[in-house]
């Protein structure tokens, strides 16, 4: 683990220092980031396990997931099935392309709605991180960590 971050940001020092790549790359990064949460609206493990690499590492409130596999058999998966729905609001993202990886970042809003007569809706302000790799020409991530929290209430 402790090799996975040190990689990670050392990565991430070469990418500051490093020239961007072409906006293309920047936005087949940015489609697997949307077919992600496509597919979590859509309540689609199977779909959504297609964007991560086998090898990958989910990390979520602060918690260790593993790789995207055990995220879906263990916490995602169990959390779609009792769900209604999913629904992402607004999505602001960034992403930095150098040579096969990428780093985004994803600030959100989402809202989670149970069947009737189950909880109360849930409405989240989320923020998440990814780094892509870039394999046989294909975009996927390897590293996600997510957290949320309640949106924070206007002033005044």
């Known amino acids: 683990m402790l090799k996975q971050v040190v990689f990670v940001l050392a990565v991430w020092a070469m990418a500051t220092a490093g020239a961007a790549q072409p906006a293309g790359e920047e936005a087949a990064v940015g489609a697997v980031l949307t077919g992600y949460r496509q597919a979590v609206e859509n309540r689609d493990g199977a779909a959504a396990e297609r964007y991560f690499w086998a090898d990958s590492q989910v990390f979520e409130q602060g918690g260790v997931e593993g790789d995207f ?38 600030v959100y809003t989402y809202a989670i709605t149970f069947p009737a007569g189950g909880r109360e809706p849930i409405a989240r302000r989320g923020v998440a991180t990814s780094v892509l790799e870039r394999r046989n020409g294909e975009w996927r991530i390897v590293v996600y960590h997510s957290s949320a929290r309640p949106p924070r209430a206007s002033p005044g």
């Open 69 to 106: 596999a055990t995220y879906l058999s263990h916490h995602l998966g169990p959390e779609l099935q009792e769900i209604e729905s999913f629904d992402f609001g607004t999505v602001e993202t960034n992403v930095e392309v150098v040579g096969n990886f990428a780093y985004a970042s994803e």
